[in-house]
């Protein structure tokens, strides 16, 4: 039972670390169109990757240190939103971080078809 | 939907949202970016009150409300995630900072308080032990308590300032340490010497009563035993037997990694009794205790009455040493017996982990 319940602890954790690196991506690619917050949020949610906001608005705002992205506040629907969209280099770091995950993508097919003859 | 009672639902929730982003903030740090991401977190919070009630098709009841409240988090548990990250010494810094606080707190701090500060509280206590040992063991609480307060402080110290100045650890892959060899077993050539000096210990010692100047030298013509040696005298032949029969059992079961370290350690504890003992009854009653007399030949004899003190005095100082020098011994084996012990738990699970796949 203890041991079901480690294992289940770990593959949660094991989860989110796969994740971590895999939101970054799919947050820098939702931005290519301008959102603000909780679109993005609903969209990720509606693509399958569910994010809180107390993940989400503290990675936005690294990732606009880093200069990945821009945001600017906007009055719609008269309510005062953030609005986020790629800047030029973040536009390049996803290209690379693109390559970079079909890259891992084909390695980990590959090993997986090898593992499985 | 009604509009009235939509404008209620819009009240209490606008009222709501306030009243949790005010506990959110509470528990932000006081940043130029306090605002920014409070405002963000009420953004958002409206937008899915909004969202909900467009589900719903009406305004929203409280107890909904609270509902997505409830889901979003606690407020200081949403304030941790969205601040900064908070720690006082980070995973780069941390395995210094914990091998310096073993070093200072254990090997430093302790060590300091068993031979220093407690002979010396036991001295100023006029030689009350309990008094001695619970005034020794406050302030070494304390002392314990202060130092790992400073080294922390000053690793936290060096944490920010080293974050700031970009500064890196430098080390190099060819002077790291040789790998140690794993599970020495007992070593056979030191458990042969051990046997064979235990053996001319034994011997030495039985040899004493009838042959005292091998103990007393040439001073065994005006000096012979006095009472506290006679008194221990049995006590530490038995040791000494102990101590062979110990190496013995080493050489002849070599396969009992365990018998080593935990015989010697229960060794030293016995001769630290017997040395206390020795130690407390010469405090207490120095004349009616002295290791060595004079001879009945030159009992009257004052020239000799200085030599005797001389030299009863010198026991008494190795007798002192040696508690000392057992005392540090029996800590060493204290924590290489309970090394073995960790190491021999940690194999098992292995052993068990490798069995369960």
Not at chain 1, 63 to 89: C, H, I, M
Not at chain 2, 39 to 53: C, I, T, V, Y
Not at chain 2, 78 to 94: D, E, T
Not at chain 2, 173 to 198: H, T
């Amino acid at each position: 039972m203890a041991n079901g319940t480690d294992n289940s602890e770990l593959l949660e954790n094991l989860k989110l670390e796969l994740r971590r690196g895999c939101l970054i991506v799919a947050v820098l690619a939702q931005l290519r169109a301008e959102q603000y917050g909780y679109t993005l949020r609903k969209a990720l949610a509606d693509d399958g990757l569910a994010i809180d906001e107390g993940t989400l608005y503290p990675l936005l705002r690294r990732l606009e240190t880093q200069g990945l992205l821009v945001s600017q506040w906007r009055e719609e629907d008269k309510r005062n939103k953030r609005f986020y969209r790629l800047s030029p280099a973040g536009a390049l770091i996803l290209k690379q971080l693109l390559e970079e995950w079909e890259s891992i993508n084909a390695s980990l097919n590959k090993i997986l078809q090898e593992a499985s003859l | 939907m009604n509009t009235s009672s939509r404008d209620s639902s819009t009240r209490n929730s606008t009222e709501l949202i306030d009243r949790y982003l005010q506990a959110v903030r509470f528990w932000l740090p006081r940043t130029h970016r306090q605002d920014d991401l409070i405002a963000e977190l009420g953004e958002d919070l409206r937008s899915q009150f909004e969202d909900k009630e467009e589900e719903l098709g009406r305004g929203l009841e409280r107890p909904e409300m609270a509902a997505i409240l409830k889901r979003c988090g606690s407020p200081m548990m949403v304030a941790g995630r969205l601040g900064p990250q908070r720690h006082l010494i980070g995973p780069a810094l941390f395995p210094i900072y914990e091998f310096v606080l073993k070093m200072v707190l254990l090997w430093i701090l302790v060590p300091v308080f068993i031979f220093i500060v407690g002979p010396a509280n036991l001295v100023e206590g006029g030689g009350n032990w309990p008094m001695a040992i619970l005034k020794t063991f406050g302030d070494l609480w304390s002392g314990l308590f202060i130092a790992a307060g400073i080294i922390t402080l000053v690793f936290a110290i060096i944490e920010r300032t080293s974050a700031h100045l970009g500064t890196e650890i430098k080390w190099d892959p060819l002077k790291l340490p040789p790998v140690r060899k794993q599970d020495r077993k007992p070593s056979r050539l030191k458990a042969v010497c051990e046997f064979g000096f235990g053996c001319f210990g034994l011997v030495w010692l039985l040899l004493l009563p009838h042959y005292p100047f091998l103990i007393l030298g040439p001073a065994a013509a005006f000096l012979k035993a006095g009472p506290m040696l006679h008194n221990f005298y049995l006590p530490f032949v038995l040791l000494s037997t102990a101590g062979l029969l110990r190496s013995g059992i080493t050489l002849a079961r070599p396969q009992w990694t365990w018998f080593p370290p935990l015989s010697e350690l229960v060794n030293s504890a016995l001769l630290l009794i017997v040395l206390h003992s020795m130690i407390q009854a010469i405090t207490r009653s120095p004349s009616a205790y002295p290791f060595v007399v004079l001879q009945d030949a030159v009992r009257d004899s004052p020239r000799y009455f200085k030599l005797v003190a001389i030299v009863n005095v010198s026991i008494l100082a190795s007798v002192a040493f040696t508690w000392l020098g057992v005392c540090i011994a029996a800590i060493v084996q204290t924590w290489a017996f309970l090394r073995y012990l960790r190491k021999r738990i940690s194999n098992r699970e292995q052993i068990a982990s490798l069995g369960a796949q």
